[in-house]
């Protein structure tokens, strides 16, 4: 089953280091029976962009707290697409929603998505709005919906660390 996994550069690159995701269970996105049902007119790459979009929204959530404990941590979402054996399904948080419940090890990491440079002002005003967002303010609503106006941009697992090596200091 194909997975998206919100993220972080940082853990982006605790999962090189360590070589897996291995704080199960893992929140993820998928294209589950609930997001087909809702999505009926979709075929499977729309079906597929509306699970990474719902990943890439979580991804802004644990910038939220990143940014709180290390304002330095780069301010981009992060994806990680992966094919793992089984997710459980996890409808209290989203139709589209499951639960990694085994470390994901980075052999099962297809891809990864993440926000160019230019997003990162939108993303981290996103962060600080997302809260007043959801609890209905239509200006936070505006912010958050800046930042998911950017595209993420797609790289391969081999990419990964010539990426992360682009975002060390001076």
């Keep these: 089953m194909r ?76 994806v990680v697409v992966a094919e793992v054996a089984q997710a459980e399904p996890a409808p209290d948080v989203d139709r589209a929603a499951v639960r990694v419940l085994d470390p994901v090890p980075l052999r099962l990491v297809q891809s990864v998505h993440v926000d160019d440079e230019a997003a990162q002002d939108d993303v981290r005003a996103a962060a600080e709005q997302l809260v007043e967002a959801d609890l209905g303010s239509e200006d936070a609503a505006f912010v958050v919906d800046q930042a998911e106006g950017h595209e993420l941009q797609w790289y391969a697992t081999q990419e990964i660390g010539p990426l992360l090596e682009l975002q060390q200091p001076g």
Excluded at 47 to 55: D, G, H, K, V
């Design 3 to 78: 997975v998206y996994l919100p993220s972080t550069l940082p853990a982006l690159r605790e999962l090189l280091d360590a070589g897996a995701l291995s704080r199960p269970p893992l929140p993820a996105f998928a294209v589950t029976g609930a997001l087909r049902e809702w999505y009926a007119e979709g075929d499977d790459e729309e079906l597929e962009y509306a699970a990474m979009t719902l990943a890439a929204r979580a991804s802004v959530r644990l910038l939220d707290r990143a940014l709180l404990l290390d304002p330095a941590t780069p301010p981009r979402r992060v």
